[in-house]
């Protein structure tokens, strides 16, 4: 599953950020998109993720709750990540990945299918 990640940049802190992911060939909605995201140095960390479990809903890592909001397009095949109040600290290449399952995870390892990444540096 092609995945095309965009909408990375530099902002001050304070502002905010919008990114997209398009999961090329699918139609359907019953499959797990997430964000991630590293910097150098570090293992990738969970971000936020949308279930693809009619009900099943979004989730977040402790450290964007609050300031980000995932979400799905209208064709379930594009899922944003909207960045608000970034910090410093949110600096990183963002991914984003593909789960066939509609169970939302966590894990790095659930995804089978990850995007090229794109840059977002927060200046302070």
């Known amino acids: 599953v092609p995945l095309q990640a965009y909408g990375g940049g530099v902002v001050q802190a304070g502002g905010s950020l919008r990114l997209s992911c398009v999961a090329s060939?699918?139609?359907?909605?019953?499959?797990?998109l997430t964000w991630f995201r590293q910097v150098p140095g570090k293992e990738r960390e969970f971000v936020a993720g949308?279930?693809?479990?009619?009900?099943?809903?979004?989730f977040y890592a402790d450290s964007v709750k609050g300031r980000f909001t995932i979400s799905r397009g209208s064709a379930k095949n594009t899922v944003y990540l909207e960045m608000n109040l970034l910090k410093a600290g949110d600096t990183a290449v963002y991914y984003c990945?593909?789960?066939?399952?509609?169970?939302?995870?966590?894990?790095?390892?659930?995804?089978?299918?990850w995007g090229h990444g794109t840059l977002v540096t927060v200046s302070s």
């Open positions: 990945g593909f789960r066939l399952s509609g169970q939302g995870s966590r894990r790095e390892v659930d995804y089978s299918h």
């Open positions: 060939g699918r139609t359907s909605s019953s499959y797990t």
């Open positions: 949308s279930s693809g479990w009619r009900g099943g809903g979004n």
